[in-house]
Nanobody, 118 residues
Framework: QVQLVESGGGEVQAGGSLRLSCAASGRTFSLYAMGWFRQSPGKEREFVAAIKRNSSSTYYTHSVKGRFTISRDAAKNTMYLQMNSLKPEDTAVYYC???????????WGQGTQVTVSS
């Protein structure tokens, strides 16, 4: 079973940048298309971005397109989310998991908090 650990969150001012990491244990990580999700208080978890297992294609939800970049390093079993031009509405706990359009979810990690102040 793959275990997922998110890191890299923090507090930044609007317009700032953060880079999130998702470290995965287990050799089966490379078999999955992966994605980033976020959840704000009182809201449902939102599917933000995804990347195919060979990085051949990516997906972004409209609100982050052009500002966020998803990538993965197969050798390190790690996925990243580079977040630029951050806005207060990006404030949320960010999680990684499999692309819900293609796979069942793995066990969720603890997430990493991103707070953007205006």
């Amino acid at each position: 079973q793959v275990q997922l650990v998110e890191s890299g969150g923090g507090e930044v001012q609007a317009g700032g940048s953060l880079r999130l990491s998702c470290a995965a244990s287990g050799r089966t990580f490379s078999l999955y298309a992966m994605g980033w999700f976020r959840q704000s208080p009182g809201k449902e978890r939102e599917f933000v971005a995804a990347i195919k297992r060979n990085s051949s294609s990516t997906y972004y939800t409209h609100s982050v397109k052009g500002r966020f970049t998803i990538s993965r390093d197969a050798a390190k079993n790690t996925m990243y989310l580079q977040m630029n031009s951050l806005k207060p509405e990006d404030t949320a706990v960010y999680y990684c998991n499999t692309d819900p359009r293609l796979h069942q979810a793995l066990d969720w990690g603890q997430g990493t908090q991103v707070t953007v102040s205006s």
